[in-house]
């Protein structure tokens, strides 16, 4: 991997952080084939329990690097679909992994940046970040999943006006509408953000990963559909250890031991 990206597992809670703050973490190709192996990665190690993603500077992340589009002249669409293949295999994995994965917000987080910020399970943000979808102030259209995960997070409506006047949303905003779970002071954003993957990880990770893919299934199933997967699920939590461990610790009134299988 590049040093584009930063990563490390402590504890059971890997931390991915964009390492371009003099590019404004902007993603090019070698980033995104990065963030491709970690989330690969992430879910290949039992030892990893939740994931935390983050930018060094005062951006998150401004989104796809545009220099490179122009740099690669007529092969720029290629170059987007090489791009956008590792990308959104990662934003896939991220998804589908049981680890929760925690955006923690330091700065502005615009078009590739703000896609991701929406794609995280959960997301706490700086009092200073900014969000913008930017992608058509460069005639350009939305990737990394955001024209699924945005409508469901703040609605089609809503949806449509950021992709289409790419209005900024403030911190505040950004809660207000649903994009984000927390706002917190500049200062606390990396160990809000730690301490709450640490709660995450200590927790019962197979469980976590079913609560993910129900609810990804439940915008697209019927109610039938929907109850049959929700009893597959937690009938197939009582032959897991955490899932015997909660019920035990639950009648015998003590702290749950989770082992994350």
């Given at each position: ?105 330091n700065g502005m987080a615009a078009g590739a940046g703000f896609s991701l910020v929406a794609a995280c399970d959960l997301a706490i943000a700086a009092e200073s970040a900014r969000f913008t979808s930017a992608y058509t102030a460069a005639a350009l259209t939305p990737d990394g999943s955001s024209t699924y995960f945005v ?111």
């Amino acid at each position: 991997m590049s040093e584009k990206v930063l990563f490390d597992v402590v504890d059971g809670v890997a931390a991915v952080t964009f390492n371009r703050p003099d590019q404004a973490n902007a993603m090019d190709l070698a980033v995104m084939q990065d963030l491709m192996h970690i989330s690969i990665d992430c879910d290949e190690d039992p030892g990893v329990r939740a994931v935390i993603i983050t930018g060094n500077g005062p951006f998150f992340s401004a989104g796809g690097d545009l220099a490179s589009f122009q740099e690669a002249g007529e092969r720029a669409g290629a170059l987007i679909l090489e791009m956008t293949t590792h990308y959104h295999a990662a934003i896939s994995r991220f998804s589908r992994m049981n680890a929760p994965v925690i955006a923690a917000v330091n700065g502005m987080a615009a078009g590739a940046g703000f896609s991701l910020v929406a794609a995280c399970d959960l997301a706490i943000a700086a009092e200073s970040a900014r969000f913008t979808s930017a992608y058509t102030a460069a005639a350009l259209t939305p990737d990394g999943s955001s024209t699924y995960f945005v409508p469901r997070l703040v609605g089609t409506r809503r949806a449509v006006e950021l992709m289409l006047t790419n209005r900024r949303l403030s911190a505040a905003e950004a809660l207000e509408w649903g994009l984000i779970n927390r706002v917190v002071p500049d200062d606390d954003l990396r160990e809000e953000a730690m301490d709450l993957a640490r709660q995450l990880a200590h927790g019962p990770s197979v469980a976590y990963g079913q609560v993910k893919a129900l609810l990804h299934n439940s915008f697209t199933g019927t109610l039938e559909t929907q109850m049959e997967l929700e009893s597959r699920a937690i009938a197939a939590m009582t032959h897991t250890h955490d899932g015997a461990e909660g019920v035990a610790a639950f009648s015998e009134k003590r702290p749950p031991a989770y082992e994350g299988c």
